[in-house]
Structures are given as C-alpha cells and as structure tokens.
C-alpha cells in the first residue's frame, strides 16, 4: 500500500539563475564557521571581523520515502580567497561506508579534492559539465578557483550521514592557493610538518 510519499516528486531547475524549486532547507556557511579549516588563521580572523564574509550556501530538497532516502542538493560557492587559499566547501566524509555520491557541476570551475583515511589523494578539475563520482570512503571537499560562482549540484542517500571531524582534524593532504594569479596545489603542512 502506498504511502503519500511513496509517489513520484519534481523539483524545477531555472537553468539560467541556477537555483531550483521548491527549496525545503538552505544552510549558509561563513569565514567564522569555517575558521579551522583555513591554513592562514590570521587571515581568516580578520575577515570574521570585517563582516564574516559568506563563502558558501546549500539548498536542499530530499526525496524521502517509506522506502528510500535519496537527497539532492545545491551548492553554490562563491568566488573569492582567504589569504591566499580559495573558498571552498567544509568537506566531510559519509558516516557509513558504503554510500557513494554523485557531483555534477553546473557552472564555474575549480577543483573537488578527494582522498581516503589511508591517504590516497585525488584532484578533479572542473569546468561546468563536469560530473564525478564519489566513492564510498572518500572524503570530499569542493573548491572555488574561478571568478564566477561555482555551483553544483549532489545526490546521495540522508543515512550516509556526515563526519566533518576527519577533514577538520588535518584536511587533505594539498591546499589550493592562488600563486602568481594562478590555482595552484601545494602540500599542506599539517600533513607534513
Ligand atoms: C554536499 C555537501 C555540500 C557542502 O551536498 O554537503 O556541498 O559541503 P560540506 O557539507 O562539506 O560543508 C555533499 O557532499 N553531501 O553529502
Ligand atoms: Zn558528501
């Protein structure tokens, strides 16, 4: 017997503002919320104090049913620096260690880092168009390197669940710095101090 959730759902993309409807849920994320995870704390504190600039925001719109839990959101991360490390996402890897994840990439360009709890490290270049799989285990971050939004869209399950904890203990292994005006990865010396 189904249940009222049970039946098929569309969301509406505006494909030219790039945002979709109906949003059920936006979370926002500042210089302040993000303080452990820039290497120029410096920098970063400065910020906090002219205004806590907004570095990026989330919406979300979950598919729910008695069934399954699928989930697809929008990041959109806007362009900037702090210090000289771009904006980027948190990043974060699934609680449970069997969920994968798709991230497809509407617009801008920049970089999704990867890398797995024995250090296996990945950089995925993106321009709009670009779509990559996350696999299970991987913990990801997005990065902004360009000068428009860069914005792209997720899927993946709500009980994979989140571990922000391993990202924030140390990050990933490079950080992604504008050097000479160019996106440049270089190692982060909390990997090797
Ligand atoms: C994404 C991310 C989103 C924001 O939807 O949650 O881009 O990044 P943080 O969660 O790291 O702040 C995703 O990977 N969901 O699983
Ligand atoms: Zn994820």
Same mark, same amino acid.
């Given at each position: 017997?189904? @249940?009222? &959730?049970?039946?098929?759902?569309?969301?509406?993309? *505006?494909?030219?503002?790039?945002?979709?409807?109906?949003?059920?849920?936006?979370?926002?994320?500042?210089?302040?919320?993000?303080?452990?995870?820039?290497?120029?704390?410096?920098?970063?504190?400065?910020?906090?104090?002219?205004?806590?600039?907004?570095?990026?925001?989330?919406?979300?719109?979950?598919?729910?049913?008695?069934?399954? *839990?699928?989930?697809?959101?929008?990041?959109?991360?806007?362009?900037?620096?702090?210090?000289?490390?771009?904006?980027?996402?948190?990043?974060?890897?699934?609680?449970?260690? *069997?969920?994968?994840?798709?991230?497809?990439?509407? @617009?801008?360009?920049?970089?999704?880092?990867?890398?797995?709890? *024995?250090?296996?490290?990945?950089?995925?270049?993106?321009?709009?168009?670009?779509?990559?799989?996350?696999?299970?285990?991987?913990?990801?971050?997005?990065? &902004?390197?360009?000068?428009?939004?860069?914005?792209?869209?997720?899927?993946? &399950?709500?009980?994979?669940?989140?571990?922000?904890?391993?990202?924030?203990?140390?990050?990933?292994?490079?950080?992604?710095?504008?050097?000479?005006?160019?996106?440049?990865?270089?190692?982060?010396?909390?990997? &090797?101090?």
């Amino acid at each position: 017997m189904l @249940q009222p &959730n049970d039946y098929p759902v569309s969301v509406q993309f *505006d494909l030219s503002k790039l945002v979709f409807s109906p949003v059920l849920e936006k979370v926002e994320r500042r210089v302040s919320d993000m303080a452990k995870h820039f290497h120029d704390k410096d920098a970063a504190q400065t910020l906090v104090t002219q205004g806590d600039k907004l570095l990026y925001e989330v919406l979300y719109h979950s598919f729910e049913t008695s069934k399954s *839990d699928m989930v697809m959101c929008l990041t959109r991360i806007f362009s900037g620096t702090v210090g000289d490390e771009y904006h980027m996402t948190k990043g974060h890897i699934h609680a449970r260690d *069997d969920q994968a994840e798709i991230y497809f990439c509407l @617009q801008g360009e920049g970089y999704l880092l990867l890398q797995t709890l *024995d250090g296996e490290f990945r950089a995925e270049r993106w321009t709009a168009g670009t779509l990559s799989h996350i696999p299970p285990m991987w913990a990801h971050r997005t990065v &902004n390197t360009g000068t428009n939004d860069l914005v792209f869209v997720s899927v993946f &399950n709500l009980s994979a669940g989140y571990d922000y904890g391993v990202v924030e203990a140390k990050g990933f292994k490079k950080l992604v710095v504008e050097h000479d005006g160019q996106p440049t990865l270089t190692d982060n010396p909390r990997w &090797n101090p």
